[in-house]
């Protein structure tokens, strides 16, 4: 009688710890899904933790303030993708993105920010020589504009050679990505050289210092010539600085 006592305590005692171990398991499974949903892991605050709390508050910043720019001809007949910068000033909304990225009229015109479209409302500047414009439009919910003049670098130390930056953007229309680099150059007071990577679509991203100020925006690559021709040089990326933009033309507005 004993054995078969003790035969059937210790198949309750396998029952229950066997439960328990594989309830444990399915709590495990149900976190771990839970906890890498799609709309956790996209979260466009979602930064690494092994960053220095300086640097994750200039990358969150680069990507809360990045947009698309989508621009079709007047024709219909040329359509380009492009990024943006999300601004503000006195109230009102703006963003600052690359002129050639600008093919036909305002009304045609439209800003995307994660699956949130709003329209072109009017052009502030375009400037062909130095390849930037500026608009206006709706304020975006799902976007934190950086703040004119209070987020514009002023120090030489945010235009230092080595230090490190970080931008947000569309290359190849994916996106948004965030990519750092470091200055590693300039040509006098046109452009500054990083040291990073981009893609077409890249253009008007706005690059932040390490400290989160905005230095300036992407441009272009650069090209070398080879034994074989005209290559172009991935990881060496032209960066207008901010300094070249006429913020008078927004603060008047």
């Given at each position: 009688?004993?054995?078969?006592?003790?035969?059937?305590?210790?198949?309750?005692?396998?029952?229950?710890?066997?439960?328990?171990?594989?309830?444990?398991?399915?709590?495990?499974?149900?976190?771990?899904?839970?906890?890498?949903?799609?709309d956790e892991f996209n979260d466009i605050t979602n930064v690494t933790a092994t960053l220095s709390p300086t640097e994750t508050h200039a990358i969150r910043?680069?990507?809360?303030?990045?947009?698309?720019?989508?621009?079709?001809?007047?024709?219909?007949?040329?359509?380009?993708?492009?990024?943006?910068?999300?601004?503000?000033?006195?109230?009102r909304y703006f963003v600052l993105t690359v002129s050639h990225g600008i093919h036909g009229p305002c009304e045609l015109t439209r800003i995307e920010a994660s699956e949130e479209y709003v329209g072109c409302l009017k052009v502030i500047e375009k400037n062909e020589g130095i390849d930037y414009t500026i608009i206006e439009i709706e304020k975006l919910s799902n976007r934190t504009p950086v703040e004119i003049p209070r987020d514009l670098a002023k120090r030489r130390s945010d235009f230092a050679i080595m230090n490190e930056v970080y931008y947000t953007g569309y290359p190849n229309s994916a996106g948004p990505l965030t990519i750092d680099g470091k200055i590693v150059g300039y040509m006098g007071t046109d452009f500054i050289y990083i040291k990073s990577y981009a893609w077409s679509g890249s253009s008007?991203?706005?690059?932040?210092?390490?400290?989160?100020?905005?230095?300036?925006?992407?441009?272009a690559l650069?090209?070398?010539?080879?034994?074989?021709?005209?290559?172009?040089l991935e990881d060496i990326v032209f960066v207008v600085p901010i300094t070249a933009v006429n913020w008078d033309s927004l603060l008047r507005e």
């Open positions: 009688m004993k054995k078969i006592l003790k035969l059937m305590i210790g198949a309750v005692s396998s029952f229950v710890v066997g439960a328990s171990i594989g309830l444990g398991v399915l709590y495990s499974v149900t976190v771990s899904t839970y906890a890498t949903s799609l910043k680069s990507r809360s303030s990045v947009v698309r720019v989508v621009s079709l001809s007047a024709d219909q007949q040329i359509f380009s993708s492009a990024t943006g910068t999300y601004l503000t000033v006195g109230g008007g991203s706005g690059v932040f210092s390490s400290t989160g100020k905005l230095i300036g925006y992407i441009l650069d090209v070398g010539y080879t034994e074989y021709g005209i290559d172009v």
